[in-house]
């Protein structure tokens, strides 16, 4: 937008320039040929008189005349005289349609040499009249008071001088107005941005809204139409700030709430499970069990994924390779069980640090691990890969599973949403769900991709920790 608002105004000024200069640069340079064929012909007719006059004393002068025009200036001085030779000196024009005007109808012309402005020479013809017979037996402004044409002057005129005139003319303005366009941009630009800065504000609320900070609030500035915009924004980011900090509180509580529960309803059908030998009863309880167990992991989830949201912590450098390292512990155990290997490469050495809020990144990698194990089948290796690449630090987590279609890869950050795995459908579907809510929470980013071969990739972007400088 501030592109076009100062095209627009960089234009306008333009159009302005166009319509005050471009008129007076015509006008000057008609007035500069006006005024130039108007001095060349007043000398030609100034020889002319000489040449009509007829006289010896005035054919020496127009010779000595021309001489010296020829000399001095970069123009040629031509004369006819039909009668008795005068300023033989000087050149004779050569017969042309000019020429042949001012002799036989006594009509001085002007040739500038081309339809375009003018050419390289100006030519002035101007017939030569004898003196009248009898001086005031006629009006003098009348055509009978000349005598017979006697002859012509032609002046051959550079225009090379003029041409430099011209440049000069249309240059300057040209310089002008280049000058005056470059101001008007600057000036555009100043205006532009500052008739644009309540939008972009508005804009950077709206992206933080977007990155899911509903604490972002709009300057209340600008144009009245922009002012109510904003307050219109700050009023409906107020109330929906409101409303999702309920949600967080209610789902939080309720979470918190239902664990103590869950967990006496689960001792308490350990123990009707010790003292009941039927096996049909057994096998429901189990089964009550199993559901009591996805129940609580489910309360759990929502109450990691709630206390995410809230955005409590602040990131803080941590080393990978120690976080790697607890975690591969605990998941081993439960992986040997089922003949499943972990696998740990790349370069997550002690030297490598992330940006990661206290706890995400143990949250993170249990969901993850979880799931894999949960695909992958007995004796299948799950590969944990970390890695740097510039300002970021990508690990991956593949297992060997049977990996997801394009259409489920869509909605696995779903909150619910549960695919189809070897083990069955027991997750509470929020796994994915909390694991992008923390990963995005520290500034990463985390997608989903096919692993090598087959199974499924978790590849998780964390910001790398600025290295001090000792």
């Known amino acids: 937008m501030i592109r076009q608002l100062i095209r627009s105004y960089v234009l306008l000024v333009a159009v302005a320039i166009a319509l005050f200069t471009v008129p007076v640069a015509f006008t000057l340079t008609d007035q ?34 021309g001489t010296a025009y020829s000399l001095k200036t970069p123009d040629d001085v031509q004369v006819l005289s039909e009668e008795a030779p005068c300023a033989g000196e000087l050149p004779q024009p050569d017969q042309d349609a000019a020429l042949t005007k001012a002799l036989n109808e006594g009509k001085p012309t002007s040739d500038w040499g081309s ?130 900090s309920a949600q967080r509180i209610f789902v939080a509580d309720a979470s918190h709430q239902l664990r103590t529960p869950l967990t006496a309803l689960r001792l308490s059908l350990d123990n009707i499970a010790d003292g009941v030998d039927d096996e049909f009863v057994k096998e429901d309880v189990e089964q009550a069990t199993a559901e009591v167990v996805r129940m609580s992991r489910l309360v759990n989830d929502l109450l990691v ?81 970390a890695e740097s690449k510039g300002d970021q630090v990508v690990l991956k987590v593949m297992d060997q599973g049977p990996g997801m279609s394009e259409a489920e890869k869509s909605r696995a950050f779903d909150r619910f949403w549960r695919g189809q795995g070897l083990t069955g459908r027991s997750g509470s579907g929020l796994g994915l769900a909390v694991v992008r809510q923390l990963v995005t929470d520290d500034g990463g980013t985390v997608a989903l991709e096919d692993a090598p071969g087959r199974g499924l990739c978790v590849a998780i972007s964390l910001r790398a920790a600025p290295k001090s400088g000792g």
């Open 32 to 65: 500069l040929r006006d005024d130039t064929k108007l001095s060349v012909e007043r000398e030609a007719r100034t020889m002319a008189l000489l040449l009509g006059n007829g006289s010896q004393a005035s054919c020496q002068a127009l010779e000595e005349m």
């Open 115 to 244: 339809s375009f402005i003018w050419g390289p020479h100006l030519v002035v013809t101007v017939p030569a009249h004898a003196d009248p017979v009898v001086p005031g037996a006629v009006d003098p402004g009348a055509d009978d008071a000349k005598g017979p044409v006697v002859g012509a002057v032609r002046i051959e005129y550079s225009t090379e001088d003029l041409t430099g005139r011209l440049w000069t003319i249309w240059g300057f303005r040209a310089i002008l107005a280049v000058l005056v366009l470059a101001v008007a941009a600057v000036i555009g630009a100043v205006v532009a941005r500052r008739l644009t800065r309540p939008l972009r504000q508005l804009n950077d609320m709206a992206s933080k809204f977007s990155d899911g900070d509903l604490t972002a609030r709009s300057p209340v500035t600008g144009p009245q139409e922009t002012q109510t915009l904003a307050r219109t924004l700050n009023q409906g980011a107020e109330r929906l700030d409101t409303l999702m």
């Open 305 to 385: 994924l709630a206390r995410a949201e809230a955005k409590v912590t602040a990131a803080e450098p941590l080393p990978l390779s120690d976080v790697l390292e607890e975690r591969l512990a605990v998941w081993r155990p439960a992986a040997d069980e089922r003949g499943v290997s972990i696998a740990l490469r790349g370069s997550a050495d002690g030297r490598l640090l992330v940006l990661a809020s206290p706890g995400h990144l143990d949250q993170v990698l249990d969901n993850v691990l979880s799931n894999a194990l949960e695909v992958s089948p007995d004796g299948a290796t799950i590969t944990v890969h």
